[in-house]
């Protein structure tokens, strides 16, 4: 249990540091410029904001601007806390993971628009609004296509998902699945060309006006948040901790690698369509597309 | 001891650094940006230094000393190339040519680690609003909103929206001159309702284009210059334009690497922009600009001038007929939408073409005094065209983008001071 | 049920330790001062407060997405007997999508996904 606990605090601060080392060489990548720093900048990063103040506006909803980082990191730890590291070894076991990982989405669309809201701050309160209106549509897909990984487990325990891969992997049986949802994972931690709560047009939207350890926090959970996404992708739909001689919690972090690799990419090469534009299209095209995903995976199960 | 160790590691990351940016402090504060160990940040909550970049106007103090006492603790202000406050006793001030890099390095792990004292704030210290609730938390006033919780208005009177004709409340307020999303300068006031543009009002003019941007086409007046001289700080300034518009798109990375072509450029490197473009491409950024936002007539185009009339399908071009180009089989390029994704392409097509006429063009040399085409559209008169009218109906990000769509000079243009405003 | 705990505590640890973190670091802060507690606009200040009856220009969209939020939550006990139901369970399912499709069709037609 120690070991489970300890592994768990583990995966959310290694995790949270190894995106932020990612996004570093990303961005290197990308500007083509050297990458020199990029290990140790999320660090420094993170003393230099502890060692600034924190802010406060004209009359703000104090309570709900600080509890929001917090929640936010709470839901992205209760998110990790269902993914199973090894066969039984499982920090929360619920019968019902599957809601559980819905219920974490749905509080994160409550959570982020709690912190734009609670300045009293137009820009971070347009970031808030603007949130909500591409955080409901998401999480709508990425619930369809947990579903659809539930049908040949017959159960909604993550364990169980596990599992029912033994013979095949997911995303062979679902190949629909794991993209749509990685999406989620780019709409649950705002960024890049899903970043419509913190973006650059509303000078930091819902954190506009957030500074100092507030604001680190809040930065760190979006960072534990996409490790979190990424852990249970490659729990529901690469196998988890199924894979040959190597032992299962190393092949989780492998997957989980893998996809944050993914993640990270996608979330600094691809530009922001306007917030009415994205609503169509996650309505019209994507939505629909998590419905075949459901019929696929019902069709392959029988 | 714990407190100095995290101080001394704080003082390792990158400088967060608040532009403030005054005429002529634009280009340069492009060049800077780009330097590793700074981080250039949207927000003065996010940032420990406010960089003053060029001088600011009488009428932009006040809104400079609220961005000062915006910035957390510990905060200082560097002033690159321009006259510091009167009443800031020691101020540091880094000459215009010079880059204050080190300066704000230097500063940045004093104010860390105690060496230098966190500023204090220039505006009174008293609410700019003072309160005028009732009871602890001003629950007790009159009205369907139960009282005034803090010394500013309640929103103004309900008006009929622009898109859907519903009465919901109003947002006035001043953006700008600080906004880094919005040209330098340009200070708008906006009537919002959710995200939408009700209406929008000229407060101050944005700064025409700056000396640094302007030096090499100025250089024409008074002596003979290369014609890959000229078409180098036309790419340059391109560029630059484009990064602008690639931060709205949140394609910050592609942004400071058009910024790093554009310093790449005017330092006489030989720069293929088919990569860059791909990328582009890849990216999205065409797409994701909506398709007929921002749209001009031809009769607009034709009076802005320059490479927005050019994306509204206006072949007029100083160089089709100019001495120096005759040999180099110059060809004006257009673009047929006159929108912000128009523009935005025509930007990109000039700079690539630019750069081929640079290559051709050898020693070829445009005489003194000789009539140049500028990267920008005709600087003066201000125009009957207005951005204001552009704005209203548009969602913030959308206008935002159809802002950044035009260079300065036709910004300026259509942003003249106090005609709006009665 | 012990699960149920053991999620509530973690929950709680975490939660509890972004607030400790916020507080602990208040320590050395200096106090807030009334300038700096203006509004972010740019070196703008506004005229009124930003809490107001907000403008939600896709208030339409909520109504459809609680028709299918509903629809969630009778697919969870369907997913766990769907195989032991067979193609009965897929046809009703897919009936049953399709009926909320032809919504999402309608929304589509009307504009309610527009900023409008």
Redesign the interface.
Known sequence: MTLLIASWIAVLLFGAWCVAVLDNL??AL?????A??AL??P???A??L??????RT??PDLLNWKLAPALYLGLAAAGVAVVPLAPGDILADLQAGIVLWGAVEALTVVVVFLHGWSANS?LAL?GA??YVAIGLPVMLLSMFVLIAAALPAESLAVSAIVESQRSLWNVVRQPLGLPLFLLLGLSLSFR??F?YAD??????GT??????AS?LLWEFARLAMLAAVAAMASTVFLGGYLGPVLPGPLWLLLKTAALLIVLVAAS??????????MLTLLWVVLLPLAFVDLLWAGVVAL | MA?SL??R??????V?VFP?VGRDGEVRLDVLS?A?ALRV??????A?ILLVSGDIRTA?RD?????H??????RATLWWGTQPRADTGAALTVAAAESPETALRDLYRRL?TGGHT?E?????????NPWRGRGDH?QGGEGMMGGV??G?????P?TP?L??G?A??V????????????PPGL?LEIT?????IQSAAVVRPPFLPGRDASAPFDRVLHEATPVAAIERARAAHHLRCVARL?????????A??CR?TALKIERGGSIDLAPLRK?LR????F??I?AGLGPIDAAWAAELGGPAARAADQARDRRETAPAYRNLDFRTLCQSGGDVRARFTQWLDEAEQALALARAAGDAAIEKGAPVETPWGHRAPPSVYRLTDMLPGL????A?LTIASFDAAAVCRMAPLGIENP | MIELLGLAAIGVIAVAAGLALQWLARA???RV??????P???????????W??????YYSMTLLFIAFEMEMMFMYPWAVVYVAEGIKALVEMGMFLTILSIGILYGWREGIFR??
Do not use: C
């Open positions: 990303a961005l990308i500007e083509r410029r050297s020199a720093g140790t900048a660090l420094y990063g003393a230099a502890l060692r600034q103040q924190q802010n004209e009359a137009m347009i609004y603007r890049g060309p970043n973006s650059a047009d509303l000078a930091g954190a506009a006006e957030v500074s100092g604001r600094h090469l691809f530009a922001r369509l306007s917030p009415a534009r | 407190m995290l101080g590691f704080a003082a390792r990351a990158p967060p403030a780009l590793p940040v949207d927000s003065p909550r996010h420990s932009d809104s400079l000393a609220r961005v006492d915006q910035l957390a603790h510990p860390l966190s204090t704030h220039w505006l009174a210290d008293e609410p700019p001003g919780p803090y500013r208005m309640m929103p103004m309900p929206d898109r859907d519903l919901l409340d947002y006035t307020a001043q953006f700008g001159p600080f906004l880094p999303q919005l200070v919002l309702q959710g995200d939408v690639l931060g709205i798109l949140q394609l910050a990375p592609q400071a690497r790093r990328t890849r990216a999205g950024a797409a994701a909506p969602e913030w990000g959308e935002l | 050395d802060d200096h001062s009334e300038p700096q507690k203006v972010f606009l740019g070196g703008g200040s506004p005229q009124v407060h930003a107001q009856r907000y403008h939600v220009r900023w409008q």
